[in-house]
């Protein structure tokens, strides 16, 4: 009977050094899913879902960065792929009947460009808003990885794919809609002007939120992110003990760049619109702002920093519309300064030195910890 | 931190009611950080200084005007945001706003779904009537058209060059220009755009002189200019040798790329500062004394400070701030604005505007060599164009 008990309680608790952070899950989910619905005005609720839509982005970019110690500079590409598709999914399933998508009243083409075809079908566009990116990463990852592109290099190679993506995407106006790119007023049959049909959307974001960064933590707890970790910290090793760091690291970057474009397939119907501005340099490297604020070393760190930087930008930039940048930057500075490992950080260095705290400055340090739980 | 995040997010929930009180609120949503600022900022300036006179005046309907400013920051989908922001959380009566044709892109869905007004400043590639946005920049065939003829039958152009950046406005519009110069005539010799930004020209100019066209169209944006004009200069071809016409510099622009480097070359506009008449005096006058003696107006500038104007004659003459009320009372509306006597055109929400084409002096301000016989009644769709057929 009671080794019953102990079943049943480890299966729906887990083991006991769990307890805090399922908790903590557990509250996080009941105010995104209760409190916050309840709570907000639509148009903050809105705002709130573009948070978790990025919070989205950083579990990936903790995922490839954090772990892997590849600094993705370019996510705002894998992010514009899975955007794009699902803002062409969207307008093509908007138009009514035998008329072209809206954007392309503008451009004055007559004929749907080719490229779109396919995405007139959901299966295909759903499927493609998470393998277009991947594959993407899966094809750069091999090629760069292989021959031993790191550090800076691979940085900078990242950030230079999505500055040309956006050149792209503005030179190709015919189908991509140009420096306006693509609006859309609906999502699978939700309407988008509806605060009914948005508090569903929410609720979608938040669903696809917790899964993904159960997905990644379960990567970061596997026998796969062990390794992942070790290839960041010592790549050679890892390489003389028999194990290719070119595939270990190509896997947590396609999956940060599927996370990226899952993430810019919601931030279409949230936002209502998807253009270049989305994705260049800037916007990519505000994607690692996020987390290295939020802590990159933990996905909760990430979560959070994606959602309190943006909530941030927004605050500040209706009180102070024509300085709040300047407030966004200290922050930045602040932390960066006083909390090189971020919010999740300040915890961690607090659990480290607890000892040392309370015994004064004369005793021993505590043990350094690894940096090594996930979330 | 989610939860702190979320606790104080939730503090302005149930807020608004914003007209109901002692005053009226309107949104002022333009750039004021990002590549746009330079332009934007000088034109939510003259926004508010036209809100601050009529409050000066006793604001409209007996209640003070109360401007909520945001950052549209150059990104357009900040700018549905934020314009979201202005219509939800404020509930302003009306909203000034937008500079660039993507950033009015991307607020148009948000105003037409919210059925809440937004005042449109600046001059665009046409092709658009939103029953939700009166549009106070002048539409093609109130600037290039004229601009065009001006070059066909004053400079006795036969071939022309189209240089302009690679986004939505300068496409359009030389769409439009290829479609005008096939009818009447004249040779397009070809067609170039740059990348918003750049700064590296000499291919384009090579180009242009290897064609050696009688005039060249130019519909670059910002700094591009800065270079262009320069490589211009550099490879022979001043002013006196190549006429060139910007339908995207005017003082404010002239004001940051240096008169020296455009002196002679050709603009059109609706509106210069130079623009005679008392009340452009008034308005230039207010104009640099709130804000310095070294500022200048121009044709953005004066559009924002005119739809303000606007907007608030419609609502006195509507007896309230409700849109459908201030549609219907903006039909046939004039007003006496600096650029002169306008009227909001009833079937499409554009103003008549005169068109008007100038030469930049040496001292950065415009002088007026040509102007149209009175205000151009706005055509969006080039309705009244048979060569416009089809685009």
């Known amino acids: 009977m009671s080794a019953l008990l102990a079943t049943v309680r480890r299966r729906v608790v887990g083991p006991r050094e769990e307890l805090p952070a399922r908790i903590a899950f557990a509250i996080v989910a009941f105010l995104l899913i209760v409190v916050a619905p309840s709570m907000l005005s639509d148009f903050r609720l809105g705002l709130l879902a573009k948070y978790l839509v990025f919070a989205i982005v950083a579990v990936g970019i903790a995922l490839a960065w954090g772990r892997g110690g590849m600094l993705v500079l370019g996510q705002g590409l894998f992010f514009g792929l899975g955007g794009y598709a699902m803002a062409m999914h969207l307008q093509l399933a908007e138009a009514p009947d035998g008329q072209p998508p809206a954007f392309m009243t503008l451009t004055g083409a007559e004929h749907v460009p080719g490229i779109w075809g396919p995405f007139e079908s959901t299966a295909f566009t759903l499927a493609m808003v998470v393998l277009l990116p991947m594959l993407a990463a899966t094809l750069l990852g091999l090629l760069v990885f292989r021959s031993r592109v790191r550090g800076p290099y691979f940085a900078i190679l990242t950030q230079a794919l999505a500055a040309a993506f956006v050149i792209f995407l503005v030179g190709q106006q015919q189908f991509s809609g140009g420096t306006n790119g693509l609006t859309v007023m609906t999502f699978f049959g939700l309407d988008l002007a509806d605060p009914d049909d948005k508090r569903t959307l929410y609720l979608i974001v938040v669903a696809v939120l917790a899964l993904v960064f159960l997905i990644g933590r379960q990567l970061v707890r596997s026998r796969y992110g062990r390794l992942l970790v070790a290839v960041r910290d010592a790549e050679d090793r890892v390489r003389f003990l028999g194990y290719d760091p070119t595939l270990v690291k190509v896997v947590a970057f396609a999956a940060s760049a599927g996370m990226a474009g899952l993430a810019g397939a919601l931030f279409v119907p949230v936002v209502g619109i998807i253009s270049p501005a989305s994705l260049g340099i800037v916007p990519s490297i505000e994607m690692v702002i996020w987390v290295a604020v939020g802590g990159r070393l933990s996905l909760a760190g990430a979560i959070a920093g994606a959602v309190l930087v943006n909530y941030a930008k927004t605050e500040l930039s209706e009180q102070l519309p024509s300085a709040w940048l300047y407030g966004q930057g200290l922050l930045f500075v602040v932390v960066v300064a006083f909390a090189p490992r971020g919010i999740a950080g300040i915890g961690e260095w607090l659990r480290e030195n607890r000892g040392r705290l309370r015994r004064g400055r004369d005793a021993t340090p505590a043990a350094a910890t690894t940096v090594e739980e996930g979330a | ?391």
């Open chain 2, 1 to 391: 931190m989610l939860l702190a995040a979320c606790g104080s997010d939730s503090g302005d929930s149930g807020s608004g009611g914003g007209g109901g009180g002692d005053t009226i609120k309107v949104g002022v949503l333009h750039s004021l950080s990002g590549t746009m600022a330079i332009s934007e900022v000088s034109v939510k300036d003259a926004e508010l200084l036209a809100i601050e006179e009529l409050n000066a005046e006793g604001g409209v309907l007996g209640k003070k005007i109360e401007p909520v400013v945001e950052d549209g920051a150059s990104d357009w989908p900040t700018f549905a945001e934020k314009a979201q922001k202005l219509i939800s959380q404020d509930k302003v009566a009306a909203t000034f706003g937008g500079w660039t044709s993507a950033s009015r892109k991307a607020m148009l869905p948000v105003f037409e779904r919210n059925k809440a007004l937004l005042y449109y400043p600046v001059q665009y590639e046409g092709l658009e009537a939103s029953p939700y946005i009166f549009y106070s920049g002048a539409t093609t065939n109130q600037q290039i058209i004229p601009a065009l003829e001006y070059l066909k039958t004053e400079k006795k152009a036969k071939s022309l060059y189209l240089v302009g950046s690679d986004y939505v406005f300068p496409r359009t519009a030389n769409k439009e220009i290829k479609a005008w110069a096939a009818a009447n005539g004249v040779k397009v010799l070809g067609e170039e755009y740059a990348p918003l930004g750049s700064t590296e020209f000499s291919t384009i100019v090579n180009k242009v002189k290897a064609a050696n066209p009688d005039a060249v169209f130019n519909t670059l944006n910002g700094d591009s200019n800065v270079a262009f004009f320069k490589q211009l200069e550099g490879a022979g071809l001043p002013a006196t040798k190549l006429p060139v016409v910007s339908v995207s510099i005017a003082e404010d622009e002239v004001r940051g790329i240096g008169a020296s480097k455009v002196e002679g070359q050709i603009v059109a506009w609706n509106y210069y500062q130079t623009t005679p008449g008392a009340a452009n005096e008034k308005f230039v006058a207010a104009y640099k004394k709130k804000y310095g003696a070294k500022r200048v107006t121009d044709d953005p500038i004066e559009a924002a400070y005119l739809q303000v104007k606007l907007w608030a004659a419609a609502v006195e003459k509507a007896g309230s701030t409700d849109v459908e009320k201030v549609k219907a009372a903006s039909k046939g509306l004039t007003y006496d604005a600096p650029e002169g006597k306008v009227t909001i055109d009833g079937d499409n929400q554009h103003i008549y505007k005169t068109a008007r084409i100038g030469v930049i002096q040496p001292d950065g301000l415009i002088k007026t060599v040509w102007e149209s016989k009175g205000p151009i009644k706005p055509d969006p769709f080039l309705k009244t164009y048979p060569w416009a057929k089809g685009l």
